[in-house]
């Protein structure tokens, strides 16, 4: 799954640089997080670093967005080598 932040979100900006993945941007209101970007910091880090340093617990798994950990790990794979090209 991917995550989600909800509009408790206070845009303290703690989030946006712990992002290995550049998902988390500056929205019209709050923070938000690019789908397709985040792979819940599969192949980085154990947790989702977002989550952790979010200070009011308002990142949660998105709920319209399924994904195993096989295809978080595949997202990984194809954003670190879009990196490196």
């Known amino acids: 799954m991917s995550l989600l932040i909800t509009d408790e979100c206070i845009n303290c900006d703690v989030c ?24 819940e910091c599969v192949g980085h880090y154990d947790t989702p670093q977002c989550v952790e340093v ?18 978080l790990m595949q997202k990984y794979h194809q954003l670190t080598a879009a990196k490196a090209a």
């Not at 979010?54 to 295809?71: A, G």
């Open 54 to 71: 979010c200070p009011i617990d308002c990142i949660i798994l998105h709920p319209d967005v399924r994904e195993t950990q096989d295809e």
């Open 16 to 39: 946006e640089p712990e992002c290995p993945n550049d998902a988390i941007y500056q929205g019209q209101e709050i923070y938000e997080i690019a789908s397709h970007k985040c792979t």
